[in-house]
Antibody
Framework: EVQLVESGGDLVQPGGSLRLSCAAS????????MHWVRQGPGKGLEWVSR????????RYADSVKGRFTISRDNAKATVYLQMNSLRAEDTAVYYC??????????WGQGTLVTVSP | DIVMTQTPLFSPVTLGQPASISCRSS???????????LTWLQQRPGQPPRLLID???NRFSGVPDRFSGSGAGTDFTLKISRVEAEDVGVYYC?????????FGQGTQLEIK
């Protein structure tokens, strides 16, 4: 069974850092691009970042560029999101999402990041 | 960035009746490879989003055939032929043709 399990969400102060992890199982992780998508409280979906299969190319939303870094470890079937210089507007549920032939054919349950003093 | 605009934002529908959601993009979503990466997602209350349709009209595995997608270029539509109670939730269109990927604002579907 395909699973994407996010972890690492927490309450953090503005300016702080956090690393999210997404552990994948039930499929060949190294064949998939991986994304992070976030959803602020009561808000819509916002794409955050993408990493290709071998990790050699990454893309970011302008809102997080220079502050967030996506990476992956194919041996551990895990994708990460290092988040630095966090702001109140980064408060959201962060979803891990896979893409191969279709974007979003599997989503994790999400992990909550709250940025507050 | 490509802006995705959905209408309506709120759609009250009677059980068994059809529903339709429109999505317009600020630029053509035709990719250089010839595909149009327009996707529809459903988010039921308290759940993560779920893929319904990609590349305008390809229904994902397990999605009931009462859901259909159509359109081209910059104008797209999601139709539900006969709304059922389990269809309640928020529907998003999104484009994966150009980075950054962008989503519509979401359309809240509820039962009258």
């Amino acid at each position: 069974e395909v699973q994407l399990v996010e972890s690492g969400g927490d309450l953090v102060q503005p300016g702080g850092s956090l690393r999210l992890s997404c552990a994948a199982s039930g499929f060949t992780f190294s064949n998939y691009w991986m994304h992070w998508v976030r959803q602020g409280p009561g808000k819509g979906l916002e794409w955050v970042s993408r990493i290709i299969t071998d990790g050699s190319d990454t893309r970011y939303a302008d809102s997080v560029k220079g502050r967030f870094t996506i990476s992956r470890d194919n041996a551990k079937a895990t994708v990460y999101l290092q988040m630095n210089s966090l702001r109140a507007e980064d408060t959201a549920v962060y979803y891990c999402v896979r893409e191969r032939r279709s974007f979003g054919d599997w989503w994790g349950q999400g992990t909550l990041v709250t940025v507050s003093p | 960035d490509i802006v995705m605009t959905q209408t309506p934002l709120f759609s009250p529908v009677t059980l068994g009746q059809p529903a339709s959601i429109s999505c317009r993009s600020s630029r053509s979503l035709v990719h250089s490879d010839g595909n149009t990466y327009l996707t529809w997602l459903q988010q039921r209350p308290g759940q993560p989003p779920r893929l319904l349709i990609d590349k305008i009209s390809n229904r994902f595995s397990g999605v009931p055939d009462r859901f259909s997608g159509s359109g081209a270029g910059t104008d797209f539509t999601l139709k539900i032929s006969r709304v059922e109670a389990e269809d309640v939730g928020v529907y998003y269109c999104m484009q994966a043709t150009r980075f950054p990927y962008t989503f519509g604002q979401g359309t809240q579907l509820e039962i009258k």
